[in-house]
């Protein structure tokens, strides 16, 4: 009896725990581009590492999808991201003409997200996943990468900026309504599938003080109050919160705010946004007493593609080139070989 308890643990540790590291590491799995797929290089600054590194286009590729999507998205949506990061990535790559990182001078691209595009390497993904989630998610990934390497979206045969964000909330936007510059590719777009993303909602909530700090305003003023005391009266100054503290100046039609006015100061719904770190500029408020609400929908700036509208529409059954001219109008799926090597 014991001799088959101490078979049967040592089989289950087998399967287990052994052998898919045999499978991955034994073998040394490793997502490696194909060399005709690889691309041009590319200089990116590895802000985690502080160094500069120089790699194959479709290896920064990988590496952004990796760290920009969720590998457990449909095969379609994860094309429709490789070729958007590629994109990106090309419309600012020197060799191209393009302007570089203004942050990193030398690099292409960085890999702040805030800045440009959330990038990890293979080592650091093997990190985050078990051995089967990297086996089945890295070779997935790679496959989405490979099969549309070279592709870019053009707008009159040149790169475009190919914004995206996580979820819209039922719209995307117009650029103009977010960063003031109209672009005609970055149209606002509603559809059937944006309904199927999920809403993010968030409440956040700030007192009054908090508010006054992070955005350098007064939330409150001064204010006379005269009452009866012994039959004369008495003025009593005191500072309260104002009886409209927060006011909505103007909305894109998605419902996202352009303008506020928090106290004596206006803000853009962007810059708001990121000063209070809110996940989406598709805002409502509460004021309660002491305390300040707001309540978010959708996730990201709301301009060009919606991840989970991608996904959305990958589950329904449409392309990656389906799902990239939808959220950037007007342009067409093309490959950047043509495209002039600056010399």
């Known amino acids: 009896m014991d001799r088959a308890v101490i078979f049967s643990v040592g089989f289950c540790i087998l399967v287990v725990l052994v052998v898919p590291s045999v499978l991955v590491r034994g073998c040394d799995f490793k997502i490696e581009p194909r060399e005709q797929a690889a691309g041009p290089g590319i200089k990116v600054f590895v802000v985690a590492t502080g160094k500069m590194v120089e790699m194959p286009l479709d290896e920064y590729v990988r590496g952004v999808v990796a760290a920009e999507m969720p590998a457990s998205f449909g095969t379609e949506a994860l094309k429709a991201q490789a070729v958007a990061a590629r994109t990106f990535a090309v419309k600012r790559m020197r060799q191209f003409g393009g302007p570089g ?34 086996y089945a998610y890295a070779r997935k990934i790679a496959s989405a ?11 009159q045969g040149k790169p475009i900026e190919a914004y995206y964000h996580a979820a819209s909330g039922g719209s995307t936007d117009n650029s103009e309504d977010v960063w ?93 946004r ?14 309660v007493g002491d305390k300040v609400y707001f309540i978010t929908t959708g996730y990201g700036h709301g301009v060009g593609m919606s991840q989970y509208g991608a996904q959305a529409m990958a589950q329904a059954g449409k392309t990656y080139v389906d799902i990239l001219k939808h959220y950037y109008k007007g342009t067409e799926v093309t490959s950047f070989a043509g495209l002039a090597p600056r010399q």
């Open 145 to 155: 990468v490979e099969s549309t390497s070279g592709k870019i979206v053009t707008y």
């Open 101 to 134: 990182c203004a942050a990193h001078p030398g690099a292409d691209v960085c890999t702040d997200h805030l800045h440009c595009q959330a990038w990890i390497s293979d080592d650091e993904l093997r990190k985050r996943l078990s051995y089967l989630e990297y």
């Open 274 to 287: 990121e000063i209070l770190g809110l996940r989406s500029t598709k805002l409502t408020y509460q004021v």
């Open 180 to 272: 003031r510059e109209a672009v005609p590719y970055l149209r606002a777009v509603s559809t059937e599938f944006e309904a199927r993303e999920p809403s993010f909602q968030q409440r956040v909530e700030f007192t009054i003080d908090e508010l006054e700090k992070k955005l350098g305003v007064k939330l409150r003023q001064r204010k006379v109050r005269t009452y009866k005391v012994a039959g004369k009266d008495v003025q009593v100054v005191a500072e309260e919160r104002m009886d409209r503290p927060i006011e909505v100046l103007s909305a894109s039609r998605a419902g996202r705010v352009k303008d506020i006015r928090i106290g004596d100061k206006i803000f853009s719904g962007y810059s708001l």
